[in-house]
């Protein structure tokens, strides 16, 4: 039975982590798509050789890419030093990057974008390349970290839709052990009786019965021997 318990309780966690890790390769891989596409476009627009701070058209994409994604606090495209030259929150443009978010970029994986939690948010940016592989500059995305699953936060949910399944497993677990003890007890018995009786041992079917005769008669033989060896022992004593 505590093994029937066991394998439901794991299917129901991995059940639960299966939903989380498939929540959060959706939730990045939207991300990523957006993230890839203002990228795209931001480096099309340098390819025509107009720096990066005089993309009038930026401003207008990212207010539009704000306001279709739910979650999406901000978009910011930085320079090369940090600084914002283009944000959605007009209290940001001028102003250099926080720390935390520049020693992100400092620890980013070469070709892949980089990531940090800084209050209350989740802040994903890549870099901006120009023709030539450099890097012309960052555009940065900052999400609420409402948005982000919790770990565990599916396991509520589907441990109380399969709770009436593990009930129907415990009680049918119970079932089976209280069947298969009362056979198995019921078998014991039956041969305990047989072997009290000494009669009927030769049952068919159970080898453990068919072999009780000879058992049973190679026991009385070494009895008979060691009450006859008892005997002459107290033969010899009497003439002694």
């Given at each position: 039975?505590?093994?029937?318990?066991?394998?439901?309780?794991?299917?129901?966690?991995?059940?639960?982590?299966?939903?989380?890790?498939?929540?959060?390769?959706?939730?990045?891989?939207?991300?990523?798509?957006?993230?890839?596409?203002?990228?795209?476009?931001?480096?099309?627009?340098?390819?025509?050789?107009?720096?990066?701070?005089?993309l009038q058209p930026i401003e207008r994409i990212l207010e539009q890419t704000v306001a279709n994604n739910s979650g999406l606090h901000a978009i910011e495209v930085l320079g090369?030093?940090?600084?914002?030259?283009?944000?959605?929150?007009?209290?940001?443009?001028?102003?250099?990057?926080?720390?935390?978010?520049?020693?992100?970029?400092?620890?980013?994986?070469?070709?892949?974008?980089?990531?940090?939690?800084?209050?209350?948010?989740?802040?994903?940016?890549?870099?901006?390349?120009?023709?030539?592989?450099?890097?012309?500059?960052?555009?940065?995305?900052?999400?609420?970290?409402?948005?982000?699953?919790?770990?565990?936060?599916?396991?509520?949910?589907?441990?109380?839709?399969?709770?009436?399944?593990?009930?129907?497993?415990?009680?049918?677990?119970?079932?089976?052990?209280?069947?298969?003890?009362?056979?198995?007890?019921?078998?014991?018995?039956?041969?305990?009786?047989?072997?009290?009786?000494?009669?009927?041992?030769?049952?068919?079917?159970?080898?453990?019965?068919?072999?009780?005769?000879?058992?049973?008669?190679?026991?009385?033989?070494?009895?008979?021997?060691?009450?006859?060896?008892?005997?002459?022992?107290?033969?010899?004593?009497?003439?002694?």
């Open positions: 039975m505590t093994t029937t318990v066991v394998a439901l309780i794991l299917s129901v966690t991995t059940m639960a982590r299966v939903l989380e890790r498939g929540e959060v390769s959706l939730r990045d891989a939207q991300i990523g798509f957006v993230l890839a596409d203002l990228d795209q476009t931001i480096e099309r627009n340098l390819s025509l050789g107009l720096p990066l701070n005089e090369p030093d940090g600084t914002a030259l283009y944000s959605t929150d007009r209290g940001a443009l001028g102003e250099p990057i926080p720390p935390a978010w520049q020693e992100a970029i400092n620890e980013r994986l070469p070709g892949r974008p980089w990531r940090v939690e800084y209050l209350e948010t989740v802040v994903i940016g890549t870099s901006i390349e120009n023709d030539f592989g450099m890097t012309a500059g960052w555009i940065t995305m900052i999400l609420d970290s409402s948005v982000e699953p919790k770990p565990g936060h599916h396991l509520p949910g589907i441990a109380l839709r399969a709770a009436p399944y593990v009930v129907l497993g415990i009680a049918a677990a119970l079932v089976l052990a209280i069947v298969l003890g009362g056979r198995i007890g019921h078998h014991f018995r039956q041969l305990a009786r047989r072997l009290d009786s000494q009669d009927g041992v030769t049952g068919p079917g159970d080898p453990a019965i068919r072999g009780l005769p000879q058992a049973i008669a190679t026991s009385n033989r070494a009895k008979q021997e060691i009450d006859a060896t008892v005997d002459t022992l107290r033969r010899i004593d009497s003439e002694i």
